[in-house]
């Protein structure tokens, strides 16, 4: 991006295109997010996505509708190694 602090909100208002790198004509990145990933301002890493989906077919749609989305922190913020990090819900 064009700043020095960054945010998803930036990338999914505007349609995952970078707005002031010509984003728009060369068509980067994406517009819909399946999972997030962020670690808070408080430290706490957490990670949200769908865990229920509708069949969305009939209305003409290739994949699912999201019905439920939810969120976990992980538990063990010291362990380095990824392996054992432990994720349950917030």
């Not at 991006?1 to 505007?14: E, K």
């Not at 970078?18 to 004509?25: F, I, K, Q, S, V």
């Not at 949200?48 to 538990?75: L, Q, Y």
Request: aromatic share 10%.
């Amino acid at each position: 991006g064009a700043a020095g602090t960054v945010s998803p909100m930036g990338w999914s208002f505007q349609g995952g295109l970078p707005g002031t790198m010509a984003g728009r004509l060369y068509g980067l990145g994406v517009d819909q997010f399946v999972q997030i990933e962020m670690v808070l301002p408080n430290g706490v890493h957490v990670k949200f996505g769908p865990t229920e989906w509708e069949d969305a077919s009939a209305e003409g749609f290739i994949v699912p509708k999201t019905k439920v989305v939810t969120g976990v922190c992980r538990s063990n913020p010291d362990q380095h190694d990824e392996e054992k990090w432990i994720w349950e819900r917030c």
